[in-house]
């Protein structure tokens, strides 16, 4: 058939996204060797970081109890609506569960980054929650 596109390699052997699964995978193994080390306590608890392609999540964790202490998402009504970009909201994220600590009597907690790299919108919630007054 001449004029026609002929399917890549990848996609005619059915591994189009042979590379997420990938990168996925060896995320997934990077956060269990670091669990194995960090774990939260009821006076240094956890913090979670979890990401999508459009939102951050993060809770406190004590894992003595295995219950989550305090919680912040983009999807939280008082940062969907925020003006910003991604690393904006992610920042946002980090102040607000700094607030919702400090509420609960929390000001040291374990940084759990979940096997992602310390960069853009995860480092962007670290320091929001360092100016939220969370040490990590």
Do not use: C, W
């Not at 219950?67 to 904006?88: F, H, N, Q, V, Y």
């Not at 759990?112 to 929650?129: I, M, T």
């Amino acid at each position: 058939m001449t004029g026609t596109k002929t399917r890549s390699h990848a996609r005619a052997t059915g591994r189009v996204h042979a590379r997420t699964h990938a990168a996925a995978a060896s995320r997934a193994r990077r956060h269990l060797r670091v669990r194995k080390k960090v774990t939260g306590s009821t006076r240094r608890p956890r913090l979670v970081v979890n990401r999508s392609a459009r939102h951050m999540f993060a809770q406190i964790v004590d894992d003595s109890v295995g219950r989550t202490l305090a919680a912040a998402s983009t999807l939280d009504p008082a940062i969907r609506g925020a003006e910003g970009d991604k690393k904006a909201k992610a920042r946002r994220v980090g102040e607000l569960l700094a607030e919702r600590a400090a509420e609960i009597g929390i000001t040291a907690v374990v940084f759990d980054r979940g096997g992602y790299r310390y960069h853009g919108r995860l480092a962007a919630l670290a320091d929001g929650a360092r100016e939220g007054g969370l040490k990590l």
